[in-house]
């Protein structure tokens, strides 16, 4: 399996300078092709190589591997939408591969420049270096982001065999908790909601305020959100995909694709329900377990927090609460987060135990159910 992986650079001024003034002009370049390729309508890199790469070469002065893939970096965007013309940043990454990047071990990494070959210190953690040893793929992308360079690297990661599963670890993907498993186990998402809230305030005010100083703040905070949502996507699947693997269970989830544009929600509601990160959540988990093994299905999500896994009733009157499952026919009842996660346990087709079918294996903790995991101090 294809992974991404980002390593610092770790450059003086000098070799800082360089590699901005090179990005600055390879994309200067990007932009010119791009305009002769919509000109001419031309998304075949072969043919825009013919009719464009001297040029390139002598008006920008790049070397001829940049010439090329400075072409391809256009072709593969124009042919996205050949109605438009594609634009570029003057700060967009840049495309190296095995002629103007080098490896020098793990520890230095080799890049041209317009002012020649740089020999660049590169900082990796405990988690890449293992990842980078003997899986490089050889082409990497250059990204300038805050004042610092950065190496996006393609590894390939040996996917672990599949085991046979028994039984499945169904997971239910929400707003309030972020996940629900089948166990009782919730991840609450209060953290994430007052990292938005918080953030969302104090850009409104330094907006309002308009000054240089603000201006500044708004930068340094751009991202962080996000780095916030992601690391606690993270934690959470990584728990999962542990959780599975040690049990030797699958992990069953939901398809939640297009349930932005089946549900409605209130005004006040709309940034919380537009910022959840379920897709991202679900890729994590997904390729977490295949790199441990772990076997993923997913079920369709209809009617599971309305299902009683007892009896099978489907009635919308099983939900007098948000939160809370009562069934009206056998009177069974509890979180509804948690009866849902069984019932999309249930619905996986893999081995049931031996022992006890899914649904009596679950039935017992219900009234105890755990109290949801919070993610904050992780």
Not at 364 to 369: E, K, V
């Amino acid at each position: 399996m294809e992974q991404t992986l980002v390593v610092k650079l770790d450059t003086t001024i000098e070799q800082h300078n360089k590699l901005l003034g090179t990005m600055e002009r390879f994309n200067e370049a990007c932009n010119f092709i791009a305009g002769v390729a919509f000109k001419l309508h031309i998304a075949n890199k072969i043919r825009l190589q013919h009719e464009i790469y001297h040029e390139v070469r002598e008006r920008f002065g790049l070397s001829a591997q940049m010439a090329v893939r400075a072409i391809s970096k256009v072709c593969e965007v124009y042919k996205r939408d050949k109605h438009i013309k594609p634009t570029f940043r003057t700060m967009g990454g840049m495309v190296y591969d095995q002629r103007i990047m080098s490896w020098k071990g793990l520890a230095k990494v080799s890049l041209l420049t317009l002012g020649g070959r740089e020999i660049i210190p590169i900082r990796i953690g405990e988690y890449q270096e293992p990842r980078l040893k003997n899986h490089i793929r050889g082409q990497a992308d250059l990204i300038y982001r805050k004042g610092t360079f950065y190496l996006a690297v393609v590894v390939d990661s040996p996917e672990a065999d599949e085991f046979d599963a028994v039984g499945a670890l169904g997971v239910d993907l929400g707003l309030n908790n972020l996940s629900v498993d089948s166990d009782g186990d919730s991840y609450s998402g209060k953290d994430v909601d007052t990292v938005r809230v918080k953030t969302d305030r104090l850009k409104a005010a330094l907006q309002r305020k308009g000054t240089k100083s603000a201006k500044r703040h708004l930068r340094k905070l751009s991202g962080r959100e996000n780095r916030f949502r992601r690391n606690t996507n993270h934690i959470i699947s990584k728990r999962l995909v542990a959780k599975a693997k040690d049990t030797r269970r699958a992990i069953a989830l939901e398809d939640l694709g297009g349930i932005r544009g089946r549900t409605t929600v209130r005004k006040a509601q709309r940034r919380r329900h537009m910022s959840w990160s379920f897709f991202q959540l679900r890729f994590f988990i997904e390729y977490k377990a295949k790199l441990a093994g772990v076997p993923i299905e997913a079920v369709k999500p209809e009617y599971t927090s309305q299902e009683c896994p007892i009896c099978g009733c489907v009635c919308r009157e099983n939900r007098p609460f948000r939160a809370w499952f009562q069934c009206v026919t056998c009177g069974f009842a509890g979180s509804a987060d948690h009866i849902a996660a069984i019932n999309i346990a249930a619905r996986a087709t893999v081995k049931v135990p031996i022992a006890a079918g899914l649904v009596s294996h679950h039935a017992g903790p219900l009234s105890s159910c755990k109290p949801p995991i919070l993610m904050g101090g992780t």
